[in-house]
């Protein structure tokens, strides 16, 4: 009986490692990951804020099951990710200056503008706007280009609860993930746990603030270009 409890255990535990990637083995095998997101997976993976779980945002049942995984309500929208930020363009209607863009993405801050046809209508169906992320994170920016679409975005953990600066914070989620980019601790700051900046920026020359963000102070500093509704808010 023990024995058999002991395979279960090992067995368990060779499956889990054989789905946990480091960053830099992650960066070796960017046609697998994009192979497993192709066929409908979800993975976790790090970003310059807290960890997150994503899938190709085009996918139906794989954003269904990012909802399933994290106990979420499917009437909370989900972001993007994106590889630079020309993309955005492609996937929302910005009314912001390249230079402006450039001067905050890659960053710990997720836009928000109004979303164009060409956005998959399998995400966020009842949603007029859309939330676009570059996280300043070699991966994610890589992983992006290297899909060459959008990827949904949203936090690791169960829905409402803390979000996860390891792995380990969000290990009853492991085996239902296809796969985990472990990124090490994140931070070590619990502050971090706030996750990027929301911006709304849909209507043109204003915006709200939707979530502070854990890097919001730095994000005020930032210099961005004259006469655009950003470098009035950072002024």
Known sequence: MRFNIFLKTRSFFTKMNNKILTVDEALNNLDRIKNILKSGGVIAVPTDTIYGVACLACNKNS??????????????PLAISVGKSE???????????ISSL??????????????????????????????????NYK????????????????????SNEPSSLSINEFESLWEDLDLIIDGGQLSSNEVAKAG????DLTEKGTYHIIRNG???DNIIKMTTVSNDVISAFFS
């Open 196 to 199: 990027s900046t929301v911006i």
């Open 214 to 216: 854990s890097h919001y």
């Open 63 to 76: 954003l269904d099951k990012i909802y399933r995984i994290k106990g979420r309500s499917n009437t909370k």
């Open 139 to 158: 991966f994610m920016i890589d992983l992006a280009q290297h899909c060459d679409e959008p990827i949904a975005l949203t936090s690791a953990n169960i």
């Open 102 to 135: 450039q001067s905050l993405l890659p960053g710990p801050v997720t836009l928000v503008f109004d979303r164009k046809p060409t956005l998959p209508v399998e995400l966020n169906p009842n949603t007029k706007s859309i939330g676009i992320r570059i996280p």
């Open 87 to 97: 993309d955005l363009d492609k996937w929302s209607w910005v009314n912001l200056s």
